[in-house]
Structures are given as C-alpha cells and as structure tokens.
C-alpha cells in the first residue's frame, strides 16, 4: 500500500505532465462537460488550487509527515460550497433500536475483513444523490442476509431513495428511518429489480423482497464494543463526520476531524479493522465509487473515535429464511 502510494504522488507531480494534462485526464475519466468557456475557466482554476494542494500535501505524505494521501477525484472541480450539499447531518431517531452488548473474546482477531468472506459488495457510486445512508444501510443488510441465510444478493439502494419517504431521497437521510421502511416493508428489492438511477424517481417496488427485519440493533458507543460487534456479527452501518472524503485517496485518516455525534454528517459501512506499520484501522467502504479511494474504501484511525466513528453504530436482525427440503 505505502509502495502504491509513493507511485502515486510521483505521478501526480511528474514533470512530463502539467496542471492542463490532468485537467484533460480528469474531464476524461469523469466525463466532466461545461455548458459554455466562461464555466469550464472557472472551474479550471477551482482544479488548479486543488491541484495545487494534492501536490504540497503529498510531498509530505512521502517525506513520512502524512498518513494518508489525496488525489484527483470527481469532486476536484467544485468549491467547498458546492461539496457541502454532499453532508447532511444525520439525525437518528434510535427510540426503538435494541441496544447489544459484545464481549471481549479470550482471543481477539488482530484483524477483520468481512470482504474476504463474500459478506460485503464493492463500492457503488451515488453520484450527484446524496444517499450515503441509503448504501449504508443495504450494505449492513446485504451482509446479515448472506452471514444469516446464506444468501448472497446486492440489494435496492434507489428503493430507499423513492420509496421512504421520512429520508429526503437525494437530499440525505439517516439508518433509524432506513431501518424502519424496510421493516415496515418486508424487505428490500434486489438491485437487478430495482437498480440504482443517481436521481430520484417514483417508488416502484416490485414483489420479490428479500432480508426482512425483525429489529434494529445498536452498539455500545466505544471503540471496544464496536470491533468486538464487527467481529461477531458482520458488516456495520455507521456514521461520521466527514466532509474531509473527497479530495482522499488511500492511506490512514488521521487529520482533522470532529468527534461529536451532533456534528455526523456521512453514512459508510464499517467492513473490517487492521494495522499498517504499526498504526491501527478501521477500514469502511464509501459510496462514491470504485476510481475513489482505495478502490471505493477508506482507513480512519482505531482507538480515538476518529471523527465519530464509533458513536452511531447498528446493523439489522433479520428474520431467518425458512428451510425448504
């Protein structure tokens, strides 16, 4: 990862290619179009600053003065105003969750990644929707639903959006209200049957649901309860404070950051935890896409509350699937 890393800031500040060569490669990859000159200028220069960051901060990573690195993402042509219609902050409703105590087992796992048991699908993209509470939520029971019934099935991120109608569609929402619909609805379509449109839309459920709750669960706010839940039982929706995603591109969160739960403004699944040369991670899957990140991922810092991680955690109990012979 670190070998990954020094590669990248290498070609980020490579001579043979200039500020204007990644503007192009950057309208490229994410298919940027401007409606006149006057627009694609401003938002030129908007990337030039970026840029301009990305390369001072990167040299520092490499210098060893960072733990984590930025890069050139879809956000890299908007302002900090134009990005902070992505963060809402979440107010959950946690009247009705039940809450669970994990113990500590004799021999913890010094590392969890529910990845590598096929309980966890790679990162969507939800493009200009702000629905990270929508892929949360899916992804926590896409993993009950496969850890419990052995049924492995993306489910319907945009039957959350249209269909429930206490979030606010694109426009953010948060796990208790998710949770609700689903029970309320028996389940959840499959993404086959109901695939992800970026944009809101009518609700049009189709009859074939699968995952049906019984309750929503929540963890112990600490860090402890948190890796021994992840540990147990699976895939965890959580939610942070995290308006510092968008320009980051690999390696350990450790920058600035608010811990406070009224401050939680972005949804993520919490899929494993670990350690890199000796500093300890959580490791969450997010909901801009597989060119964002690490392949779709982040790294926050374990063992400080790390911009909120631990203090809105729950994942879904599922009524088992009956057994047909």
């Known amino acids: 990862m670190k070998l990954f890393a020094l590669l990248f800031a290498v070609v980020v500040t490579a001579e043979s290619l200039t500020v204007k060569d990644h503007w192009e ?5 994410f298919d940027k179009k401007y409606q006149n000159i006057a627009e694609e200028t401003r938002r030129f220069r908007i990337f ?5 960051e990305i390369e001072e901060h990167n040299a520092r990573y490499t210098a060893g003065l960072e733990t984590y690195y930025k890069g050139i993402t879809r956000f890299s042509d908007l302002t900090k105003e134009e990005t902070q219609g992505f963060f809402k902050k979440i107010h959950d409703d946690t009247t009705n969750w039940v809450p669970k105590t994990f113990e500590t087992p004799a021999n913890v796992p010094d590392q969890v990644d529910w990845r590598e048991k096929a309980a966890v699908f790679p990162a969507s993209d939800e493009g200009n929707c702000g629905a990270s509470y929508a892929f949360s939520v899916t992804g926590a029971l896409e993993g009950q639903n496969y850890l419990v019934n052995n049924i492995s099935v993306k489910l319907s991120d945009q039957q959350l959006v249209d269909c429930d109608h206490n979030n606010a569609n694109c426009q953010g929402g948060n796990q208790s209200n998710s949770y609700n619909y689903i029970m309320q609805a028996g389940g959840l379509n499959s993404f086959d049957d109901y695939p992800f449109r970026k944009h809101p839309g009518d609700c049009r459920v189709v009859s074939k649901k699968y995952a049906a709750m019984k309750y929503t669960a929540t963890v112990g706010a600490t860090e402890e309860q948190l890796r021994n839940a992840l540990a147990e ?7 942070i404070y995290g308006d510092w995603v968008l320009d980051y591109a690999g390696g350990i969160y450790t920058g600035s950051c608010v811990n406070l739960v009224q401050y939680l403004d972005l949804s993520a699944l919490l899929v494993g935890y670990g350690v890199e040369n000796g500093t300890k991670y959580w490791l969450l899957r997010g909901s801009f ?14 063992d400080a509350n790390m911009c ?6 729950s994942y879904p109990v599922l009524e088992p699937v009956k057994k047909t012979r």
């Open 289 to 302: 896409g597989r060119k964002w990140g690490e392949k779709g991922y982040f790294r926050l810092l374990k």
């Open 25 to 29: 490669k950057f309208k490229t990859d």
């Open 308 to 313: 909120g991680v631990a203090l809105r955690a």
């Open 48 to 52: 030039q600053d970026k840029f301009q």
């Open 233 to 239: 039982i699976g895939p965890i929706s959580v939610s």
